[in-house]
Structure formats: C-alpha cells, structure tokens
C-alpha cells in the first residue's frame, strides 16, 4: 500500500502537480536529505523543496528501481534524471546558475507512513555524482 504512495509521489514529482504532492504530506513531515544536509520541517519547508527541485529540473523524471516495504516505512531505490533548466538553490542559500546539462544519479529514500501520509524521511544519494555531471567539479 504504501509503496503505491511512493509511486504517486514520483509521479506527481515529475508532472508538477504540487496539490497532489502537498496533500501526501502529513501536517508534521520532517525530511533530511542527506545529499545537501538539510532537515525540512513541516509541510511548507517540503514544498519549498519541492518547488527547488523542480525549478531546478524542470523536465525531471524519477522513477522507483524497487521497493522495500515494512510495516509503515518504504525503503525505495530510485532513479533521477534531469536536464538543469533552472537555478540551483544550495544549503547555505546562494545559487547556482542553470547549466543545461542532464544528470542521471540514484539513491535510496527511506518514508515513515502515518495516516496514509508521508510522515518522516530520508533521502540518501552522492551529490558529487550530480555536480560533476552538470560540470560543476571536475571528474
């Protein structure tokens, strides 16, 4: 059940339907990514994300390689590809200009269901792996 959650979340990740996505979030959602180190606290501080990532790769499309389902938590393996269409908003707030290059990286996300919405989370993927395919750093 809540590996079809996932699934709609990538989906609706990759459409832009932000409603859908800010429906699936429970009112006390706590993400951390730990490719970027930041914790988002709250519906809006996951939206903002969001509305980062998308803005950033406009053309995104993420996809579930497989799923790990226990009890109320998810573990997905998942594929991102993009092209950088938009400005990158790093941690500390500065951003970087689009590149138009394609990156195509995976990771793992690791999702806490409560109530049938995401609850907690972790994100976990090589960020160097990214930067270096939009040739921010060498290879």
Same mark, same amino acid.
């Given at each position: 059940?809540?590996?079809?959650?996932?699934?709609?979340?990538?989906?609706? *990740?990759?459409? +832009?339907?932000?409603?859908? &996505?800010?429906?699936?979030?429970?009112?006390? #959602?706590?993400?951390?990514?730990? @490719? /970027?180190?930041?914790? $988002?606290?709250?519906?809006?501080?996951?939206?903002?994300?969001?509305? /980062?990532?998308? /803005? %950033?790769?406009?053309?995104?499309? &993420?996809?579930?390689?497989?799923? &790990?389902?226990?009890?109320?938590? #998810? #573990? %997905?393996?998942?594929?991102?590809? +993009? %092209? /950088?269409?938009?400005?990158?908003?790093?941690?500390? @707030?500065?951003?970087?200009?689009?590149?138009?290059?394609?990156?195509?990286?995976?990771?793992?996300? #690791?999702?806490?269901?409560?109530?049938?919405?995401?609850?907690? @989370?972790?994100?976990?993927?090589?960020? *160097?792996?990214? *930067?270096?395919?939009? +040739?921010? *750093?060498? $290879?």
């Amino acid at each position: 059940m809540s590996a079809k959650l996932v699934d709609d979340f990538f989906t609706a *990740m990759v459409s +832009g339907d932000l409603d859908s &996505i800010e429906s699936m979030f429970h009112d006390d #959602v706590s993400m951390i990514d730990h @490719g /970027n180190g930041m914790t $988002s606290d709250g519906v809006e501080a996951n939206m903002n994300d969001v509305r /980062n990532w998308k /803005n %950033t790769f406009s053309d995104m499309n &993420i996809s579930a390689v497989r799923h &790990i389902e226990s009890g109320n938590t #998810v #573990v %997905t393996e998942m594929r991102m590809q +993009g %092209t /950088n269409t938009g400005e990158m908003e790093m941690p500390d @707030g500065s951003k970087l200009p689009a590149t138009g290059k394609k990156v195509d990286f995976q990771g793992v996300q #690791v999702v806490e269901f409560k109530d049938g919405k995401m609850y907690k @989370g972790s994100q976990y993927y090589n960020p *160097m792996v990214m *930067m270096e395919q939009l +040739g921010l *750093m060498p $290879s």
